[in-house]
């Protein structure tokens, strides 16, 4: 066997011959871009000419791309090109590295990028060059200072730019078809003039409307052979949930630009019919986006995860109703005019109004064809009617009189077919309506600004980026153009610091901007490190998983409801908040965690099943004892309905009724087959309980309690028999072993059961019991693993969701009387279930004082 030898002197000159290669390469860069500086202190960029490949470039595949650089100016004139919108795809420089040389140097670029650029270059032919703007081209990656000066020229890049290319990757089968799928479901809807209302002269207007006319009356032929996507068994995430709709820099490059292209492999979509075929699948029967409830409800009726869909659905909400410069051009078929910022949402419905939602030509043929139809269907009827009227003229009444009834229920069916007949027909001509559009165009300007933090909010919580702070960074243009003004980029603050300035920028611009503070709060990783508590509770960490974003989630400004109106705050240096709100009660018990059981197996798996049941019933119990022993007169079925509520994290009903007068299943009927589970679940619990149960419960809880006290809240390990007594445990995994043995001969309860505690589990959520200060009542809820007892429950307004409050050390003297001092950390927004006192009003009451009103320092 030959064994090669060790060559460390070969390994040695390699690896100076790559230190050497490397340095080569920084030198060309620098000398690259050095020939094509970008003046300080003016909006000047460098676009690259794609240069035509050469003839035998089939021959020479995969091919060498080639350019040049050239520096242009905003302040000087209107540059026309084509931006680019990709993930880069990995690290630079990486062994899929290709390159594109510029001015005889090879400039690296990722595999990603190279995808997208042949596509462009095969998109555009091989006869002229294509003038693109590509980030990781035309600004030197490796000049901090460059990058610094070349993101607050993102806004003009991507609003200025002729048309934006959004690069999703490589295309499979699977995506192909998706788009197929996307490009068909487009056509069923009302088409939207998006192309004429960002044209930038009158005479593209005038050649954008040829084709819009064109493209309609394409769909309606399209509709008349096709009653529905002729594709099926499609799969959309493998278009819409691609890593491009992850990225922090891709929502901003999305949002600024005017006119899309959205590419994956050799298939394309225009951003109107994108539009078009998300609209038709997020719209509710009243015309309206569907909640992410109602998403969740209809996720069976498109291909389509529900939480990719709402994603997609806020980012269609911001780029059409972000104020932008109108084009200042006046041509025969539309004016605007250059001294305001419009939407494009508003000037879509300008463009309707004074010029119908299709063309006059269209609607007169499609009216004339409906005229003749009602024409003939008339005839036929008075042909009929003549016909019967002679048969009870030649025959007795009594051989007339059924003649006469057939001719009335033929008259009936008759009428009833004829506007069925209408609607199809209307549906075929004009699509399904995107009346959306109007109802949101009927906003006010703060309801406008709450979209826009929707959006924002959204981005912050679900993208990432390679750079927490670029997090913070990437929306300062949106901010721009929104009116804000948000802090320069600044990479040598902390990830905490960049937080703060953000926040503290959007509180400038919006005080709706407090939504915000939903999503912040302490982790468990903070009790458990007192270092870690060095950040400030108040200002979200959009880098870390979030706590309660099984909740926050749910919320949006544009169609939420407010606990507390009213906004009330101040903020304080350096980074403290001034809160106005009510605090509505104490935390008096939490459970432990949910242990996840999916992977788990044998003894494992019976042992968390058994901590999991153990939780589940403790709560039970403990709600139940607070309930006799106050002597409420509540029924057990309405106390049943409050713990499904807060198990499934209700938030309201479909008929709106409020939470205290909920019947389950009939205000929640998709709901039914979990509620009998639960029902039988609880019946089955009850008939194990006996009375010495909550007291053996509540030392098992008490002796958790004291070992948590040391090392924090578990978060995500099963309860382990160590953990307490011996004796105890054997007890409880006695009683709970009996329980689960007959839950799985029921089938509904335990199919309940281990689904409900494995997504508590993967919410990574509690459930608490609070006491209030009003009537004695006990409210229920779910919160996040950091909740603990003795935590406040607090509302606020502008803040949607109750916030759980920390009461810092140095703030227990203000319980004596130094009300200055009332210093707070957050620990996250919880779920409280509405319960209500005598009255019917929320029974909340100060801590603090008798007026109701409550003042705190968030730190």
């Known amino acids: 066997m030959h064994v090669a030898a060790p060559r460390p002197q070969l390994d040695s000159m390699e690896q100076q011959q790559r230190s050497s290669d490397n340095t080569s390469l920084k030198e060309s860069l620098d000398a690259l871009y050095s020939r094509f500086p970008l003046p300080p202190d003016t909006r000047s960029i460098r676009l690259l000419e794609l240069e035509a490949p050469p003839p035998s470039h089939e021959s020479n595949f ?208 225009s951003w109107e019919e994108l539009i078009s075929a998300i609209s038709l699948m997020a719209q509710n029967s009243m015309g309206s986006f569907k909640t992410m409830a109602e998403l969740e409800e209809t996720a069976a009726s498109y291909p389509v995860s529900p939480s990719v869909l709402a994603h997609w659905q806020s980012m269609i909400d911001l780029w059409l109703g972000l104020p932008r410069p109108s084009n200042g051009f006046e041509s025969s078929r539309i004016h605007v005019s250059g001294n305001r910022k419009s939407s494009l949402r508003d000037d879509i419905i300008a463009y309707w109004d004074r010029f119908g939602d299709s063309p006059l030509l269209f609607r007169l ?29 030649l025959t007795s009444f009594r051989a007339g009189a059924p003649a006469v009834l057939v001719w009335f229920v033929m008259t009936v069916l008759a009428g009833i077919q004829t506007r069925r007949l209408y609607l199809v027909w209307y549906g075929i001509g004009f699509g399904q309506g995107q009346s959306w559009l109007r109802d949101s165009a009927t906003a006010t300007e703060t309801l406008q600004a709450a979209e826009a933090l929707d959006g924002i909010r959204a981005a912050l919580r679900e993208r990432i980026s390679t750079q927490p702070q670029d997090k913070a960074f990437s929306i300062s243009g949106i901010l721009q153009t929104c009116g804000a003004s948000p802090s320069p980029p600044d990479y040598s603050l902390s990830t905490t610091e960049t937080y703060l300035t953000l926040v503290k920028d959007l509180l400038a611009w919006r005080p709706e901007a407090l939504i915000m503070l939903m999503d912040a709060g302490i982790s468990t990783a903070c009790i458990r490190d007192p270092s870690a508590t060095e950040t400030i509770s108040w200002v979200p960490d959009w880098s870390t998983p979030r706590p309660s974003a099984w909740l926050t989630s749910r919320y949006r400004l544009n169609n939420t409801y407010d ?74 079925e309405t106390w049943k309905t409050r713990q499904f509520a807060v198990l499934e994290g209700l938030v309201r009903s479909p008929n709106n009724s409020r939470p205290e007068y909920w019947h389950i299943p009939e205000d929640f009927p998709d709901r039914r087959d979990d509620f009998q589970g639960f029902s039988q679940l609880l019946e089955i619990l009850d008939n194990l309980s006996r009375p010495s149960d909550l007291n053996d419960y509540q030392s098992l809880h008490d002796s958790l309690a004291l070992d948590d006290d040391d090392n924090g809240p578990s978060s995500s390990s099963p309860l382990l028999p160590e953990a307490t007594t011996e004796a105890i445990w054997d007890l409880v995994l006695s009683k709970m072993t009996r329980a689960i043995s007959i839950l799985r001969r029921n089938r509904k309860a335990w199919r309940y059961f281990f689904k409900t505690c494995n997504q508590l589990a993967l919410d990574q959520r509690n459930l608490f019991i609070m006491s209030t200060n009003a009537y004695s009542v006990k409210l229920i809820g779910s919160g996040p693993l950091s909740l603990a007892e003795g935590d406040s429950i607090f509302l606020s307004g502008g803040i949607p969701t109750p916030m759980a409050l920390r009461m810092v050390p140095s703030s227990e003297a203000y319980l004596s009387g130094t009300r200055g001092d009332n210093r707070f950390r957050v620990v996250g927004a919880v779920f409280v279930h509405t319960l209500t006192g005598e009255d019917g009003r929320l029974p909340v009451g100060s801590v603090f004082g008798n007026d109701g009103r409550d003042h705190v320092v968030l730190v």
């Open 62 to 269: 995969p091919p060498q791309l080639h350019g040049d650089l050239r520096v242009v100016s905003f302040e000087d004139s209107r540059p026309s090109f084509i931006a680019l919108s990709y993930v880069w795809g990995g690290k630079r420089p990486s062994p899929t590295t290709r390159t594109i040389v510029c001015h005889g140097v090879h400039v690296d670029i990722t595999e990603n990028c190279y995808a997208a650029l042949c596509q462009i270059r095969r998109r555009h032919g091989y006869t002229t060059p294509a003038t693109l703007w590509v980030d990781s081209i035309c600004i030197n990656q490796e000049n901090e200072q460059e990058k610094l000066d070349q993101i607050p020229l993102m806004q003009h890049i991507f609003s200025l730019a002729k048309s934006t290319y959004v690069w999703l990757g490589h295309g499979n089968d699977r995506s192909d078809l998706a788009m197929e799928y996307l490009s068909q479901l487009a056509r069923f809807g009302r088409q939207l003039p998006l192309r004429i209302c960002t044209a930038p002269d009158a005479a593209t207007a005038r050649a954008e409307s040829a084709r819009y006319r064109e493209a309609v009356w394409e769909a309606m032929r399209f509709r008349l052979k096709h009653r529905e996507p002729v594709t099926r068994s499609v799969d959309l995430d493998q278009v819409l949930d691609r890593e491009w709709i992850h990225r922090s820099w891709t929502f901003q490059e999305l949002i600024l630009a005017r006119h899309l292209v959205v590419l994956c492999g050799t298939k394309e979509i």
């Open 365 to 393: 043929f499609h009216w004339t064809v409906a005229a003749i139809g009602l024409i003939s269907t008339i005839g036929a009827w008075a042909y009929l009617t003549r016909m019967f009227v002679q048969i009870q003229v």
């Open 563 to 636: 606990i507390t109106p009213g906004y009330d705050y101040q903020l304080l240096d350096p980074s403290a908040l001034l809160l106005a709100g009510t605090f509505s009660g104490t935390v008096m018990w939490v459970s432990q965690p949910f242990a996840p059981t999916h992977h788990l197996k044998g003894a494992e798996l019976h042992l968390a099943l058994a901590a999991n049941l153990y939780t589940l019933h403790f709560w039970h119990l403990t709600i139940f004892k607070d309930l006799f022993r106050a002597r409420r007169s509540d029924t057990k």
